[in-house]
């Protein structure tokens, strides 16, 4: 009976690993803790979705980054930007709840850049 419940666990925790579900389990408390995975940081915030939209929003600006498109709908808003080097930036803004919400980076199409992703989400954070 035990080794039938610790390949049940076992087998839970790899599937949800691959799903991704992990990820939200780990950012799911709290403000989270940033996760790579599939070439983008995700973590998730205890902020409203507008609040969480304008930091976004400065976070570039701050970084002399420029909007180059940006579409918003009811429940996510994607942000894209570009570093001089020619570095595409997607910033997807979910909401979870009225007061959470979750943030993924991307920086760069080909050959993602997690130390540049994870500058912006500290810059999103810092303006939270």
């Known amino acids: 009976m035990f080794k039938k419940a610790a390949v049940l ?8 690993n691959l799903c991704g579900c992990f990820a939200l389990f780990a950012g799911a408390g709290g403000a989270g803790t940033a996760v790579w995975l599939s070439g983008k940081l995700t973590q998730q915030f205890n902020a409203s979705y507008d609040r969480t939209i304008k930091a976004a929003e400065k ?3 701050s970084l002399k980054l420029d909007i180059t498109k940006e579409s918003k709908e009811a429940k996510i808003t994607q942000i894209k930007s570009k570093y001089t080097d020619g570095k595409e930036i997607w910033i997807d803004i979910r909401k979870v709840t009225d007061d959470s919400t979750r943030v993924d980076v991307r920086v760069g199409a080909v050959h993602p850049d997690e130390p540049a992703a994870k500058n912006i989400l500290d810059r999103i954070q810092s303006y939270l």
């Open 59 to 61: 976070a570039l600006k």
């Open 9 to 16: 666990v076992f087998s839970v925790f790899v599937l949800a």
